[in-house]
């Protein structure tokens, strides 16, 4: 079992930057790939980026390249969500998990998430 647990989420406004962070505890963490998704209201929930177990990898929704960036401390059990230049249609619930780098990045699932952390952006 893998138990991850979000922070950072707030309220920004447009053009600000979050950094939100996931810590992970149980089974070992770089065993797993990890990624963060996000679900807004009445949307369906989607992919943001994804990173591999040691960092060298790292994958983008199109939307999200060049203001987001993701990346792990393995030593920390951490990963972490940079996030710049936000924009209101960011706003969602933005969640982190943890499996398998091929499942993360093309069908949207894996074996662990955590409980979501909110993020507002105001215009």
């Known amino acids: 079992q893998v138990q991850l647990v979000e922070s950072g989420g707030g309220l920004v406004q447009a053009g600000g930057s979050l950094r939100l962070s996931c810590a992970a505890s149980g089974r070992t963490f770089s065993s797993y790939a990890m990624g963060w998704f996000r679900q807004a209201p009445g949307k369906e929930r989607e992919f943001v980026a994804g990173i591999n177990w040691n960092g060298g990898t790292t994958y983008y929704a199109d939307s999200m390249k060049g203001r987001f960036t993701i990346s792990r401390d393995n030593a920390k059990n951490t990963l972490y969500l940079q996030m710049d230049s936000l924009k209101p249609e960011d706003t969602a619930v933005y969640y982190c998990?943890?499996?398998?780098?091929?499942?993360?990045?093309?069908?949207?699932?894996?074996?662990?998430w955590g409980q979501g952390t909110q993020v507002t952006v105001s215009s």
């Open positions: 998990a943890a499996g398998g780098f091929q499942s993360i990045l093309y069908s949207n699932s894996a074996d662990y």
